[in-house]
């Protein structure tokens, strides 16, 4: 069982839908509010969606000058797993923990609804247990949710295989490279604009994304077992 | 010490899609301004600050720029400090 704080920020509003998500998991989930200075001995971080500080300047510029980020920060560079989701990434870019920006959508209007994504990168904290290609339905609710970096920065996530998640059929926001979500260079941090945590369950019109959440019990499961172990009655591709 | 007002200018990168400044073009378009060419929109920020000279209030104001104002990946910034 993995120790997963998900952090609070005034304005967050998934982190209660992503603590349900990683439970659901398996995971022993808790929130640390953004004036915390201690993850207790969280295994991986996540930055839930939402609007902190009101989206004021920009979206997550302010929240990166929270408390907590000095502690996600040290536990990302010690190689833990942190998972940014829609406002958690854009806060990640802002902290510069993952390059690049998330500006305006390219047509302006705040979009909510399921999006068509591929699986580009299974080799993450968030990921491995999807396979590489797979495609996934998974919602939106962004208005800032496109992705920009420069050339340079782009031809370096490519090469490197950052681009963990792309929009296939049509990209929403108009992002670079057809980016939904990347990871950094040692893989542990991890952005995605689309939400998981809203797509766990048949209840909620598909799972698609309740394997985000169960990568990181799969990745316990390798660690310290090396075989299936089965959470909530489902196996685990480990 | 003094008090000075620096003027901040953020704006979107040229290179970069703006779509905000796009939108506002083509409504002007709509409204007969046909000869508009293009929009672009930014943010204006006064800052009222406490500085021994004026280069050390526009010095601030940079760093100020470069640590919060400003997102480098995508903003460019003009300060203007005056008395």
């Known amino acids: 069982m993995q120790r ?21 998991a398996g995971s022993d989930a808790y929130y640390v509010w953004h004036r915390d200075t201690d ?4 295994d ?3 930055l839930p969606g939402g609007f902190s500080y009101g989206d004021y300047l920009r979206s997550g510029a302010i929240a990166r000058f ?7 920060a040290a536990h990302a560079r010690a190689g833990g797993a942190v998972l940014g989701i829609c406002n958690g990434f854009q806060i990640l870019c802002e902290a510069g923990l993952l390059p690049g920006a998330l500006m305006r959508n390219a047509r302006l209007k705040f979009l909510s609804r399921p999006v068509r994504v591929r699986v580009e990168a299974p080799d993450t904290p968030f990921t491995q247990s ?15 949710g496109r992705y920009v970096a420069d050339a340079e920065t782009a031809a370096m996530l490519e090469a490197n295989g950052q681009v963990v998640w792309r929009y296939v059929a049509e990209n929403p926001n108009g992002s670079t490279h057809d980016i939904a979500g990347i990871c950094n260079a040692g893989r542990n941090v991890v952005g995605i604009m689309p939400h998981p945590e809203r797509r766990n369950a048949p209840v909620l019109g598909g799972q698609d994304g309740a394997r985000v959440f169960l990568s990181l019990e799969a990745r316990n499961a ?15 591709r480990v | 010490m003094s008090a000075f007002t620096v003027e901040i200018r953020v704006m979107p ?23 508009v060419a293009s929009v672009r929109a930014g943010k204006h920020l006064v800052v009222q600050m406490q500085a021994i000279t ?22 460019d910034y003009e300060c203007s400090v005056s008395l």
């Open chain 1, 66 to 72: 929270s408390p907590v980020l000095r502690a996600v």
């Open chain 1, 222 to 236: 390798t660690q310290h077992a090396g075989d299936m172990r089965a959470v909530d009655g489902r196996h685990l």
């Open chain 2, 13 to 35: 990168r040229a290179s970069l899609l703006d779509p905000q400044g796009q939108a506002v073009q083509h409504a002007l378009q709509a409204l007969g301004f046909a000869e």
């Open chain 1, 130 to 144: 999807y396979d590489r290609g797979e495609e996934l339905t998974l919602p939106i609710a962004h208005g800032d």
């Open chain 1, 44 to 46: 991986a971080v996540i």
């Open chain 1, 39 to 42: 993850l207790q001995q969280a």
């Open chain 1, 4 to 24: 997963v704080a998900v952090v609070v920020f005034p304005g967050s509003n998934c982190d209660a839908d992503t603590l349900d998500a990683a439970r659901a």
């Open chain 2, 54 to 75: 004026r280069e050390e209030a526009a010095a601030k104001a940079r760093v100020m720029c470069d640590r919060l104002l400003a997102n480098p990946v995508t903003e």
